[in-house]
C-alpha cells in the first residue's frame, strides 16, 4: 500500500504560479510511476502530467505542455507539479496518483493508477 497526501493548491490571478506538492509515504516511492490529474463538477477526471519511476521521463498533456512541469524526489518521496502561466481553465480539483506496475509514466489514463490522493482545489481567477 501507499499513501498519498497533496497540498500547494489555492487561489492565484491569471498568469500566476502555483506549484503542488505530492507526499508519499508505504512502500518503495520509487516503484511508482507518479501522474496528476484534475477533475472539475461533473466531467471526467482529466490527465495532465506523468513521470517514469526514475524521473527521467515525462508526459504532459497538450493543455498544460509549455506550461507545467513535473518533478519527484525519490529520497523525500515526492512529486511537484509546477503551474505557471496559470488560466482561468485550469480551475479544478487536482489528485496526485500511483501505478504500481509500470514505470514508464506514460499512461494517460486513470484507470491505470491504483492509488490517489485525496486531491487539492486550484482556482485561477480572471
Known amino acids: 500500500q501507499v499513501q498519498l497526501v497533496e497540498s500547494g493548491g489555492g487561489l492565484v490571478q491569471a498568469g500566476g504560479s502555483l506549484r503542488l506538492s505530492c507526499a508519499a509515504s508505504?512502500?518503495?516511492?520509487?516503484?511508482?510511476?507518479m501522474g496528476w490529474f484534475r477533475q472539475v463538477p461533473g466531467k471526467e477526471r482529466e490527465f495532465v502530467a506523468a513521470?517514469?519511476?526514475?524521473?527521467?521521463?515525462?508526459y504532459y498533456a497538450d493543455s498544460v505542455k509549455g506550461r507545467f512541469t513535473i518533478s519527484r524526489d525519490n529520497a523525500k518521496k515526492t512529486v511537484d507539479l509546477q503551474m505557471n502561466s496559470l488560466k482561468p481553465e485550469d480551475t479544478a480539483v487536482y489528485y496526485c496518483?500511483?501505478?504500481?506496475?509500470?514505470?514508464?509514466?506514460?499512461?494517460?489514463?486513470?484507470?491505470?493508477?491504483?492509488?490517489w490522493g485525496q486531491g487539492t482545489q486550484v482556482t485561477v481567477s480572471s
Open positions: 508505504g512502500r518503495s516511492f520509487s516503484g511508482y510511476a
Open positions: 496518483a500511483a501505478d504500481s506496475r509500470y514505470c514508464s509514466g506514460s499512461s494517460f489514463s486513470k484507470m491505470a493508477y491504483n492509488y
Open positions: 513521470i517514469s519511476c526514475s524521473g527521467d521521463t515525462t
